[in-house]
């Protein structure tokens, strides 16, 4: 069975960097998608971005400039990382999988089918 589960610091403050990690079991990263999604609060989910099978990566293009995805394979890891951030960044952090060698639909939260529990992160000084 897939699990995930997020990890990072809870309060990140104005400007500064988000660094979260998901830490996966029972599937590999050769086989799969992997994405970072988020929910901020009253709203829906956003996509953030993905690191496919190959480990290529693609981001949300608002998110592109100051957004990164990377996989450590050995830690059977993936990690995003987010630079100047501000309040509007406050939400919960997901990660999640779907096994697939290829699809138009990865920037879509519907299409992953196993997610992390969440991980609260709140952007405040």
């Known amino acids: 069975q897939v699990q995930l589960q997020e990890s990072g610091p809870g309060l990140v403050k104005p400007s500064q960097m988000l660094s979260l990690t998901c830490t996966v079991s029972?599937?590999?990263?050769?086989?799969?998608?992997w994405s970072w999604i988020r929910q901020s609060p009253g709203k829906g989910l956003e996509w953030i971005g993905v690191?496919?099978?190959?480990?290529?990566?693609n981001l949300k293009p608002s998110l592109k400039s100051r957004a990164a995805i990377s996989r450590d394979t050995s830690k059977n890891q993936f990690s995003l990382q987010m630079s100047s951030v501000t309040p509007e960044d406050t939400a919960v952090y997901y990660c999640?999988?779907?096994?697939?060698?290829?699809?138009?639909?990865?920037?879509?939260?519907?299409?992953?089918?196993?997610w992390g529990q969440g991980t609260q992160v709140t952007v405040s000084s």
């Open positions: 690191i496919d099978y190959d480990g290529d990566t």
């Open positions: 999640a999988e779907k096994r697939s060698y290829g699809s138009n639909y990865y920037d879509q939260a519907s299409w992953y089918d196993y």
């Open positions: 029972g599937a590999h990263f050769a086989t799969s998608h």
